[in-house]
């Protein structure tokens, strides 16, 4: 049978893209070799934020008195909150399958593997396509590290299936997922290391709230090592792994009960028989796409993670969208400047636009407005004993083209700004919004000021 989309991968680029080509009458044939989901829903973005909540609730309970309430005893069930974290995934994976059942998706179980520009084959079976959106996501990336195959390490997909808390982990990799399980272990009372080879943790973000919210986890006994790389791991008991590692010219070593790996994430294309085509490619080896998310091939379009862009869920919903619309002939094109980044530590952190660093790279002038979230009458309301900061940068003419927030909720108020920029308004423009009061995103109309 032929039809007009085709589908790879069931990740939150695929069932965006499956659902909406579907409710707008067009034939979809998805094809998924695990569960539809994904990475995001089933091992990644809504796994982690479930756990993450668990602590967050436990840690409040633990420091309940500072809102005038008594709770005599706190404990926590990891068991349960291993339990809670699946149901929350069944639950929202249930949904995502009954609305590709609304949309009229057809869902073929199993590995598709392509075999010309217009043919795919799966579980022996051909389908011919008009249209193909490659949505294969990433795989978590294994650093060659010496004694690595010979040891047993968590990568993210143990670690959110913990059923005993190790007394310590050692982290390889301070970016946004190795922070996240920091986070969420050293609030459960295990002792963490974050080792990273940077001179600063989560990449990209801006640098000096990312040194502010390592301050406030060192206080809680979060140990980093930065500018540090692991060489090699061993094991030197039935449960306790050694990590060496190198700081400049110095060698040292560390033991901790657990190791997780966490050093990033890279497209998964291999074995899609994609080297029958003759795609071009970035000076990355990523496949080449246009604004539309269009390879060199026009009816064959490389959405989400697979296209090593952004590596971000709510990225690959909208690439998804982009490419839709496109094959549905709406003009449509995808925009990576307003691209939000969250860190759902406790506090979290978010940032969206440039940087400081980015912009002091590109030799751009910039104005830089920068107050405590203590001005939010909400915050200092609902937030004992915690500062936040909210940083808001403009260029020359005072367009927004930078917004980063350290506090809570910044996750839910960072869209604010994110729309700010994407629309390019200037400071007096966003300024003429009402923002309801009182509420944490007022900061931005505080910093407006
Ligand atoms: C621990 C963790 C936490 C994360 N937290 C967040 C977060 O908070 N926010 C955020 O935005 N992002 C987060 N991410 C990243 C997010 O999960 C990804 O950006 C997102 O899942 C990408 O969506 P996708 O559709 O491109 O790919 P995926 O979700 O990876 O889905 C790809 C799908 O394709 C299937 N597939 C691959 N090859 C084939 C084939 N040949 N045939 C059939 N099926 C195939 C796979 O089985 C998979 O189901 C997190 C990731 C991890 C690991």
């Known amino acids: 049978m032929n039809y007009q989309v085709a589908i790879i991968g069931g990740g939150p680029a695929g069932y965006t893209?499956?659902?909406?080509?579907?409710?707008?009458?067009l034939s979809v044939i998805l094809f998924e070799k695990e569960k539809i989901g994904g990475v995001c829903l089933n091992e990644g973005c809504i796994p982690t934020k479930t756990l993450l909540y668990s602590a967050k609730i436990y840690q409040q309970a633990l420091e309940s008195r500072h809102y005038a309430i008594t709770i005599p005893e706190v404990s926590f069930d990891l068991k349960r909150m291993v339990a809670r974290k699946n149901k929350t995934v069944r639950k929202l994976t249930l949904g995502v399958n009954n609305k590709l059942k609304l949309a009229n998706v057809t869902l073929v179980e199993g590995?598709?593997?392509v075999i010309d520009a217009h043919t795919i084959c799966c579980n022996e079976e051909t389908y011919s396509f008009e249209n193909l959106l490659i949505c294969t996501g990433s795989t978590s990336i294994v650093p060659p590290i010496k004694g690595l195959d010979s040891i047993q390490?968590?990568?993210h997909?143990?670690?959110?299936d913990v059923k005993e808390l190790p007394q310590s982990l050692a982290i390889i990799g301070g970016g946004v997922i190795g922070m996240e399980f920091a986070s969420l272990f050293n609030s459960l009372g295990v002792e963490v290391t974050v080792i990273e080879r940077m001179s600063e943790l989560l990449g990209s973000m801006d640098k000096e709230l990312t040194a502010r919210l390592r301050e406030e986890y060192e206080k809680r006994k979060l140990t980093y090592l930065l500018d540090t790389e692991v060489t090699a791991v061993n094991a030197i008991e039935e449960d306790k792994i050694q990590v060496h590692y190198k700081q400049g010219d110095e060698e040292n070593s560390l033991t901790a009960s657990q190791l997780l790996l966490s050093v990033g994430r890279k497209p998964q294309l291999a074995k899609l028989g994609l080297d029958r085509l003759n795609f071009k490619r970035t000076n990355r080896g990523f496949i080449e796409v246009n604004k539309q998310l269009q390879s060199?091939?026009?009816n064959i379009y490389i959405c989400g993670d697979a296209n090593g862009k952004s590596l971000l869920a709510h990225t690959a919903i909208r690439e998804a969208e982009v490419a839709i619309h496109t094959i549905l002939s709406k003009p449509d094109e995808m925009s990576y400047r307003a691209?939000?980044?969250?860190i759902y530590t406790n506090p979290e952190f978010a940032g969206v636009g440039e940087t400081e660093e980015s912009l002091q790279e590109q030799n751009v002038n910039y104005k830089k407005v920068a107050i405590p979230l203590a001005y939010s009458g909400r915050f200092t309301a609902e937030n004992e004993r915690v500062n936040g900061i909210c940083k808001l940068l403009?260029?020359?003419?005072?367009?927004l083209i930078g917004a980063h927030v350290l506090g809570n909720p910044?996750?839910?108020?960072?869209?604010?700004?994110g729309m700010a920029i994407e629309l390019k308004l200037k400071a007096e423009e966003w300024g003429k919004i009402i923002f309801p009061h009182p509420t944490v995103g007022e900061i931005f109309k505080e910093a407006l000021q």
């Open 111 to 113: 590995t598709a593997e």
């Open 17 to 25: 893209a499956a659902e909406k080509a579907g409710k707008a009458g």
């Open 153 to 155: 390490y968590w990568t």
């Open 296 to 298: 060199s091939y026009a």
């Open 339 to 342: 691209i939000p980044s969250v």
């Open 157 to 160: 997909k143990e670690a959110l």
């Open 410 to 417: 910044a996750s839910e108020i960072i869209t604010l700004a």
């Open 394 to 399: 403009f260029s020359e003419d005072k367009t």
